[in-house]
């Protein structure tokens, strides 16, 4: 395939991919977390749907690996076009911080976010199959594991959103 192809697919691919994910990720930080916390056990019921019926976490994986594959094919192909020095420049510089930030907002994504809802969707359907209220332990737990959805959230939202600065303003950054 010609390079220009390859470099406009790897292009179009990586910012449909980040963007949607970059949004999906802020929203969940910012309203959709602090929300399932602040409902409480009716949140948790949501939290289930999302995850056990919806897919969410499948979802949100296919846009954190189509964003890094071809963020780091991208930078691959400027180092190739543009030489090592290209890393020593504004543009270089932050263009790898804010591919930086996305992979740590990947690591906490894949380390904390994802098994915790996970963890919280189970106990939800056990709940729900149940056809009880929680118990007062049951009730802990899901305090304790939106808890940490909740900070693992807001940290996942600020990471990408300084990854989405950086990718917005590198280009001129002399
Ligand atoms: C939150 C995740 C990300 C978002 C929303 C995002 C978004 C973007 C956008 C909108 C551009 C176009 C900027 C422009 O042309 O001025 C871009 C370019 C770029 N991104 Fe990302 N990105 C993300 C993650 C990554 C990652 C993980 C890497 C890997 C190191 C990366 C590497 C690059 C490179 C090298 C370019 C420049 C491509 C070129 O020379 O045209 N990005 N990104």
């Not at 969940?28 to 749907?49: D, E, F, K, N, V």
Request: proline content about 4%; hydrophobic content about 55%.
């Amino acid at each position: 395939m010609h390079g220009t192809t390859v470099f406009l697919l790897a292009r179009f691919v990586h910012v449909v991919a980040g963007v949607a994910w970059a949004g999906a990720l802020i929203f969940i930080g910012w309203y959709l977390t602090p929300a399932i916390r602040a409902t409480g056990p009716s949140g948790g019921a949501l939290m289930q749907q999302l995850v056990r019926v919806q897919r969410l976490p499948v979802y949100l994986m296919t846009l954190m690996a189509l964003t890094i594959l071809s963020g780091l094919s991208l930078f691959w192909l400027d180092l190739t076009a543009f030489g090592p020095a290209w890393m020593h420049t504004g543009a270089g510089r932050t263009f790898s911080a804010g591919g930086a930030f996305a992979i740590l907002t990947a690591i906490l994504g894949v380390a904390v976010n994802m098994p915790t809802s996970k963890k919280l969707g189970t106990l939800m359907a056990s709940i729900q199959a149940a056809g009880k209220q929680p118990s007062a332990e049951q009730a802990a737990e899901i305090g304790r594991l939106q808890n940490r959805l909740y900070r693992a959230g807001q940290a996942a939202a600020v990471l990408t959103l300084l990854a989405v600065i950086c990718m917005g303003v590198a280009r001129y950054v002399p």
